[in-house]
């Protein structure tokens, strides 16, 4: 209906996450020298996806401004008080750090890994290019406490809207990814496991590592497209706050009528 488009649209986006992402893996499995241009493009779609869902959850609350008193007025307990001292359990200027993470992942980490992209086809500065990665892991660290704290403390605005599911699909898919990632990249960069001996001589050893890492992301990729379904496709019964009200003005009978 015009009044849930809003909802729906970043529901489709941000689940679309998903098969963006594995797209980049088939194509990089195909293509292996394509794989640092198809990490960086996936790092802007996962930014985006991220970004949409934490959208989704401030607009189930009404726009920020209902979001911050959702998160004031929240009777669920901080699990973790250290990064949120104060009288209440979420203050206020609690909604500014989730806000700045959200901002760091979908902008500064796509940036980073961007910039990282050019070492990867510098002879000899390919180590630079996991550096680049290394600290865009870090930006994700840094995002993940901050996304689940304020789903934990506003999930009781999205009730029927099968949100949990829709949040371990959209951060699981990224996690494993980027987790995989780090690590086939360190395993190849510091030699711990030689992967030489196997498959084709007329393949080189970072090649197949990348091929081998393809092969695993996109069989969790299948496994995770069950949840995916599961998250995005079953009908949800929208809050009030977060139905359009320009779209219900329009659909109401006018004066003259």
């Known amino acids: ?8 649209t970043l529901a489709l986006r941000a689940g679309s996450i998903l098969p963006t992402f594995m797209t980049a893996i088939m194509i ?3 293509a292996p020298e394509s794989y640092s241009i198809m990490k960086a493009l996936a790092a802007w779609a996962e930014g985006y996806g991220v970004y949409c869902i934490f959208a989704f959850m401030v607009k189930a609350c009404g726009g920020p401004e209902g ?4 998160l004031t007025l929240s009777q669920r307990e901080n699990p973790c008080n250290c990064c949120c001292p104060g009288t209440k359990n979420y203050p206020r200027w609690y909604y500014g750090k989730v806000h700045q993470a959200i901002w760091m992942f979908a902008f500064v980490r796509p940036v980073v890994l961007t910039i990282g992209t050019i070492f990867f086809f510098i002879p000899g500065l390919e180590a630079v290019f996991f550096l680049f990665n290394i600290i865009g892991g870090i930006l994700t660290i840094y995002l993940l406490p901050s996304l689940f ?4 403390a506003l999930f009781d605005s999205f009730k029927g809207m ?6 371990l699909m959209v951060k699981v898919s990224v996690g494993l990814i980027l987790i995989e990632d780090i690590v086939q990249q360190a395993m190849y960069q510091f ?6 001996m196997y498959g084709r001589d007329d393949v080189n050893e970072e090649d197949k590592f990348i091929r081998a890492y393809c ?10 497209s069950y949840f995916l379904w599961h998250g995005f496709g079953p009908r949800m019964d929208l809050p009030p706050a977060s139905l359009d009200s320009l779209a219900l003005t329009s659909k109401a009978p006018s004066s003259s009528s």
């Open 162 to 167: 099968n949100f949990l599911t829709k949040l």
């Open 67 to 70: 979001a911050i008193n959702a």
């Open 149 to 152: 704290l304020s789903a934990h």
């Open 215 to 224: 092969c695993v992301a996109l069989a969790q990729g299948a496994l995770l």
């Open 28 to 30: 990089s499995l195909w």
């Open 191 to 196: 030699d711990v496991v030689s992967i030489s």
């Open 1 to 8: 209906t015009p009044s849930s488009y809003p909802m729906i």
